[in-house]
């Protein structure tokens, strides 16, 4: 008996001919946490990558510092564990030391390199003990016969030929090349090419905020990116995309500055989905710098976040932030103040980036853009990005008959309509008691 698949009803020899065929799209949403870009300057460590960390990274190893003095890195895994950290600084020169032949040679550029130490002990079969120290902890040791048996490692390599006798080598000559506002246009141009939902940065140079305010608002209107820039004191942006941090606060008697905060709220920002930052709580926080009563009215009014603090009713007192809001005022009946607020935002950007993710991994180039086609992709819209989010509550139900999905102007153009309510969370509560 013949059989296969078959195409049309076309077969000759008497036989079994079955296909197998899927009667729905095998569509998934795009996970909603995204990851905060941390950019930092440090005197050791690759520059100008982004290399993606967690609590287990070998900090010292890689940027010079334990995760303790590496605050920007510190605050951001305080909101969210996906974190990329980017070297603003300049390769620098290396240090190195010579003894003989043989020669220890920084493996990073940066002036962090002049705290490495070798130490050779010599053993009687000609052989050798060697010990490389960073900031005077000893980080690695190996013993060898020979020179040619050594192995680099994550601070210093090795060339030439083992010294005659016991030796000490410190390093030299490293040289830090610091960070200028170019670098910050090569890490805004870097971010091209990366996956991110925040970027994170505190300073008090405008030219820098003013930088990636443009460059937020090129990849979000005119590129589909639905990224978020976090910076202290800047609502001159004026934007759904820029962030503004007003004030800081205190962890026991240390102040987290403003511009340290940013790094905090740019990892939960990363994390959050369809929740508010509304009153969240700011982990370790015991007080903040605090404002009047007024002057965090205005804060709000003019696009500030800012921190307050929360006596708690069951005792428990909290460090928190008083409004999920952004840098955006101007409001129009285009846009009017649902844009301002972070939770509303955040779910337009799911619905934005799922649509987008659908239409290119699953229809562009693939489906007939006539009537069933764009039904189909109604129906994916539908089942993987507007039920999840009713079900979660970030949507009111909506009218499937409102989701308008038509041939648009030219051939190859699909033209979508839809109205959808967007679920803000509480935040206000107006109470009347009436007493009899």
Known sequence: MSGGQWETQNKVRPGAYINFETNDLVATGLDSRGTVVVPITVDWGETKKFIKVSPNTKFTELFGKPLG???????????TGNVIVYNLNGEGEKSKAIINSFTAIAVHGGSDGNKITVIVTKSLNGGATIKTYYDGSQVDSQVVEKATELTANGFVTFTGELPASDATLKLTGGKTIAATNESYSDL?????????????IGTDDDSIKLLFTLKVKQWRENEGKNVHFIT?????ADHEGVVSVLNGIYDGAELISAKEAVYWLGGAYANAITN???????????????????????????????FTYNEGADG???????????????????????????????????VSNNVQHIYSRFFIGKVDNNENGRNLFKG???????????????????????????????KDAVAVDMGLKFVDAMEKLYMTVKCK
Do not use: W
């Not at 870097?190 to 996956?195: A, E, F, M, N, V």
């Not at 202290?232 to 001159?236: L, T």
């Not at 009153?279 to 500030?304: F, M, N, W």
């Not at 949507?395 to 041939?407: C, G, S, T």
């Open 69 to 79: 003095e590496l605050k920007p890195i510190q605050e951001a895994f305080k909101g």
């Open 188 to 200: 805004a141009s870097g971010l091209d090419s990366q996956i991110f939902k925040t970027i994170a």
């Open 232 to 236: 202290n004191n800047y609502n001159a």
């Open 276 to 306: 508010s930052l509304t009153y969240a709580q700011y982990p370790g926080a015991t007080d903040c710098e605090r404002l009047s009563h007024d002057e965090i009215v205005k804060a709000l009014k003019e696009g500030h976040i800012v």
């Open 316 to 350: 428990i007192d909290r460090v928190v932030v008083e409004q999920d809001i952004n840098t955006f005022r101007s409001f129009t009946p285009r846009k009017n103040q649902d844009f301002r607020k972070g939770k509303i935002v955040r779910q337009m950007d799911i």
């Open 380 to 410: 994916q819209i539908m089942k993987v990005v507007l039920d999840p989010l009713v079900k979660s509550g970030a949507i009111d139900p909506y009218d499937p008959n409102e989701i308008i999905i038509a041939q648009g102007a030219e």
